[in-house]
Every structure is written in C-alpha cells, then in structure tokens.
C-alpha cells in the first residue's frame, strides 16, 4: 500500500481562529513532551498536517497558481485568475486559508525548533536531524509566501510569542530561508527513512532554487552540480503517456529515482488524499470519480503553447480531447498528467503526491545556471537534453536525433529560453512552477511570454497576492498601507 506520513499530536492543531498567527507554546513545551525520537517525530509530523489540508497544498494552493499559467486557464470562479487582473473577493478568500495553514505550519515549525535546541534527552545525532527537519519545512514554507507575497511575518522561535510583529524585507526572509536551508544541507540524510521526509539533497536542490529566483545563478550552480554530481536521482524513463502517468505521478506510486522532494497523499480512508486531481477531470472521462471538477483546461485556439508543441513530445499527449461535450465547448482540452480511476467514490482523495522538485526540475536549473554563468556549455547542453530526450520517449542518457546542438544556439540567451520553454512541456499544471518560472524573469519578460502565449496583459497587482485581512486585523505591527500595490 502506498506509504503516507501518518500525523498524530492533535495538541497542536486544537486553537481558535485568534491563535493561528500567535502561538503561545502550550501543552508541547511541557516537561513530559520531546522526551524519545518517537515523541520529536510526531511533532515534526505535524509541520505537515496544516500543509496538506484542503486549504492549502492539498487543493487550494496549486489550482490557484496553475490558473495564472500560459499553459491553462480556470473555469467557474477560478475563471477571473486567468485574466490576469489580480484577485476577486472569492480569490482573496482563498489565499487567506493558505496563509493561515501556512502560518500553522511556521508555528509548529518553530515549536520543534524552540524546544529542541537546547535538548539534552535526545543524541546530537537525533537531535540535529530533527531540528534540520523543522527548519527545512519552515524555509520551505517561507519561501512560498516570499514568492507569492513579496515580504512575510517573520515569526521565528525567538519571537513566536509576540502579538504585534511587522513585515519583513524580502531580503531578511530570504537570509532565514538561506540559513535554515544550509543548516538542513549539513544535517540531513542523504537517504530518508522514509518516504516525504527531506534529505540533504532536497535541501540543495531547495536551497539552489531559492538562489536561482534571486537570479544568483553561480551559486545555484555550485548547489545543482552538487546535487547532480552525487548519484541520488535519475529520470524514469518514459515511453508513453501512460508511463507518465503511472510510473512518474502514479496514485499508487510510492516513490521513483526522480523524486526529490514531494508532498505524500494517499487515497486509503482515513488518510488525507490530494484533492487537486478532482480540479482536472471530467467525471466522465474515467480518470476520476463522480467529485470532478473540471476547472482547469487549455484552449488550443488562444493558447498558442501547444499548436507550437512538437506533436512527437509524448508530454503533449498528457492534454486530451473528449467525446462530447463536457461544457467547455470546442477546442478545448483537459489534462491526464495527475489520474486516480480508483478514488473512493463520491471524494476528492487522489493518492497522487504532490511533485515539488523532480530531477527533470534540478537538470534544468542547472542548464540555465551553467549557461548564465558561463555560456552554452556541453554540460548544459547534455542536462537540457536528457529532460528533452526522456520527454520524447527516448532514453534519457543516449543522444538520438532529436537532441539540441551547439550549432542551434547563437547566444546565452537563446539556449536560456529554450530551456525555459522546456520547463513549460515538463512542469505543467504542477502547481506554481511555470508561474514562479516566468515571474522570475522580471514583469517585463513575464508579461511579454504571457501575452505572446494568451494574448492576455498582466496588471500590476497580479503580481503579488494581497495580504489577508485577518492578519491585518490581528497583527496590528501592520500598518494598512503595508499593503500590496492594488488591494
């Protein structure tokens, strides 16, 4: 059966609406907690509770952000995302759940970390590993609300106890972020005990992508080849879309060498199942249940990214037409990357994991690090063409006909963009990553890819998320006009 973290310490989660941004340490703190491994680990188990709710990675976070894509757009109320305007009140809405779990999942992040530092019941050993685990997840999760907000609260185990705290730089999240990163890097196995557990190399390939989104290209270089270098990941190969579907994100799939860092759901009762899969399917088209939602499709006659896809790209396939009408008219297409046929009946649990960082997203990073740093190279370019090649059905490892050559490139800039445009076949609809990839470019070459790709102009707004109004109504170290441009 599919492995699933199982999360216990429901102390943790037990507080009103007023406690989720201030946490006063309770019942964890005391005396006869933090005592045995087993004690640390269910603690650190619940860091991942508030991030796989239905509220947060689980459903709402990643069919926001795969609505504001040039590769698909949002049907219903999610509609309005697409027309990259900025957020309706429905949207707002949405993205206060997220920041709530995610500050949740910060608190109880600092709650391990407050607690452990100082431990004297655990080995240096455990102990380290643990805290290493803690500061991952809150790194990660900082990162997240920097990418989409801008600058964060900054609660940290040393001031998780104040009520009035104010924004942050985006400068001070990101040095928190580099510093729980590289702590986790140095601590961390290379091998986790068990499945969705971090591990040294997810804490690079992190840590890369956080320098990377800075445009700190040389040392999200030194990071990748790192993480390249050391043996731990390959691409599964692929020869149909059926083997994309079941051999990379299959809902029965417990782990594959490609895996970095995912998030685990599992659709058996009493587990918690990723409800995004329900956002892509037509109950009728037997990839899931009755609870399908349809809300995130392509349309092939404003969508120019897939006319220009190679029909010989079997990641291409992974979009599908269907057999009548399932009321988004002609021309429009839906996505079979994420299927669970087998989901209970009438839920919204796909046992699919989450795919934050894939070796296919590391190649990448590291092609276009290697190419900004120090031209096209032959190590950029063979990285940029094992993803290429896997794509095609080809392996991975073998040069064929369909490669990229030195002699196809007459700039930096040219090989930097196709291997952007490659990340687009790789990452779609996998959450923010084709957002995130765009925005890091800057507003004016995102805004130039959208409206090439949509036909579509983003406003400014569009660009951060609004700061929820709970936390400003709580956090009163806000001041309303710390507010982000157009809210």
């Known amino acids: 059966m599919k492995y699933s973290i199982i999360l216990l310490c ?29 004690e640390v680990q269910t603690a650190v188990n ?23 894509s040039d590769f698909a757009a949002g049907r219903g109320s999610y509609e309005p995302v697409s027309q990259f305007q900025g957020l309706d009140n429905t949207n707002i809405g949405r993205i206060q759940l997220i920041w709530s779990n995610f500050y949740k999942a910060i608190r109880n992040s600092n709650n391990v970390i407050l607690n452990l530092t100082d431990n004297k019941n655990l080995s240096d050993a455990d ?72 591990t040294s190399g997810a804490a690079k390939t992190v840590l890369a992508d956080v320098h990377f989104y800075q445009g700190q290209y040389q040392e999200a270089l030194d990071l990748a080849t790192d993480v390249k270098n050391s043996g731990e990941y390959s691409l599964v190969k692929i020869q149909s879309y059926q083997d994309f579907e079941q051999k990379l994100y299959g809902a029965d799939l417990v782990t594959s060498p490609e895996e970095i860092f995912y998030l685990k759901y599992s659709r058996a009762s009493g587990d918690v199942g990723w409800s995004y899969v329900s956002f892509l399917h037509s ?17 092939t006659t404003v969508y120019n990214v897939y006319s220009n896809w190679d029909g010989r790209d079997i990641r291409k396939q992974l979009w599908y037409g269907f057999l009548g009408d399932f009321g ?38 590291f092609a276009e690090s290697d190419c900004r740093v120090n031209g096209v190279t032959a ?15 080809r392996d991975p490892s073998v040069s064929s006909d369909i490669d990229y050559k030195m002699s196809d490139f007459s700039s930096g800039e040219a090989f930097t963009d196709s291997v952007i445009k490659e990340r687009g076949y790789e990452d779609f609809i996998e959450g923010g ?22 036909g579509k102009v983003i406003a400014d707004k569009h660009f951060l998320w609004p700061f929820p109004p709970d936390e400003l109504n709580i956090n009163k170290g806000i001041k309303n006009s710390d507010q982000n441009p157009g809210y």
């Open 433 to 454: 990553k084709r957002w995130f990839d765009l925005k890091r470019l800057g507003k004016q070459e995102c805004s130039e890819i959208i409206k090439e790709h949509t």
């Open 328 to 365: 988004l008219g002609p021309n429009k297409l839906l996505s079979r990357k994420f299927i669970d046929p087998e989901t209970i009946e009438s839920g919204t649990q796909g046992g699919n994991d989450y795919p934050f960082y894939r070796y296919a997203d590391l190649l990448l990073l």
């Open 283 to 299: 109950a009728a088209s037997g990839y899931y249940n009755s609870s399908s939602l349809w809300a995130i499709y392509i349309d």
């Open 46 to 68: 619940g860091i991942f509770s508030p991030l796989k709710d239905y509220n947060c990675f689980g459903f709402l976070y990643p069919a926001q952000l795969v609505c504001y």
């Open 10 to 38: 429901s102390c943790l989660f037990m507080i009103s609406c007023s406690d989720i941004l201030i946490e006063k340490p309770k019942a964890i703190a005391e005396e006869n907690f933090y005592k045995t491994p087993q």
């Open 127 to 198: 102990r380290n590993k643990y805290l290493a685990e803690a500061r991952f997840m809150r790194a990660f999760v900082y990162f997240d609300i920097v990418k989409n907000w801008g600058r964060a609260v900054l609660r940290t185990e040393a001031n998780m106890m104040d009520e009035e705290v104010p924004l942050s730089s985006s400068d001070d999240v990101y040095k928190l972020i580099e510093d729980d990163l590289t702590f986790a890097a140095g601590n961390l196995p290379a091998k986790a005990d068990n499945p969705g557990y971090p």
């Open 379 to 393: 190590e950029a370019l063979e990285a940029l063409n094992q993803v290429r090649r896997r794509g095609y059905g």
